[in-house]
């Protein structure tokens, strides 16, 4: 291959949020596991993400956070059943928590190749920053709320001046 040209064509890709039913009792258990997680390994690794976090696999380490996995897992399927007219299976790539305190944030970036990437916010102080997709699209969290989103959109939280406490995903096809 001695050259490779590149050609574009605009398309709008949708961020589709809901507010979890039931979310404050999933909430305070999703927070005391965390904290749980936090005290048992309190270290953290170099990412995009400028705030504590878990390693990438956690959902494999640490078998108390599959009730979120499962919903996220549903939530994946019902959009792309309603949305993209597909029946499709997924499963989680990699899950990760976080807790941003007042100034951190999470530098630009994709979460490409998995097809769809997801923020749920289990516990957002009045404050705390967005997600903002692509430049344009800001989202301000709420206690319950799920972001999905296709993986390839680029985006930043800018340093925030409140805590949120956030579960971070990527889903892929599940082929049998």
């Known amino acids: 291959m001695n050259t490779l040209n590149i050609q574009s064509v605009k398309k709008e890709l949708p961020v589709f949020t809901t507010i979890l039913d039931n979310h404050q009792q999933l909430n305070q258990y999703l927070k005391e596991v965390i904290f749980e997680h936090r005290q048992q390994y309190p270290e953290t690794t170099y990412s995009n993400v400028k705030a504590w976090h878990t ?3 956690t959902h494999q380490k640490n078998p108390k956070f599959q009730p979120i996995v499962d919903l996220v897992i549903s939530a994946c399927e019902f959009i792309s059943q309603g949305y993209f007219n597909q029946k499709v299976e997924f499963k989680c790539f990699n899950m990760w928590a976080m807790i941003y305190e007042k100034g951190e944030h999470a ?3 994709s979460h490409y ?6 923020a749920y916010y289990v516990d957002v102080e009045p404050g705390c920053s967005p997600i903002i997709f692509e430049d344009t699209l800001k989202i301000y969290p709420e206690n319950g709320m799920l972001v999905v989103f296709p993986a390839m959109l680029h985006h930043e939280v800018p340093p925030t001046d409140a805590r949120r406490i956030v ?6 096809k599940h082929y049998c």
């Open 113 to 118: 190749p998995s097809d769809f990437a997801c």
């Open 167 to 172: 579960i971070s995903m990527n889903l892929d």
């Open 107 to 109: 530098v630009k970036h």
């Open 55 to 57: 390693e990438w696999m």
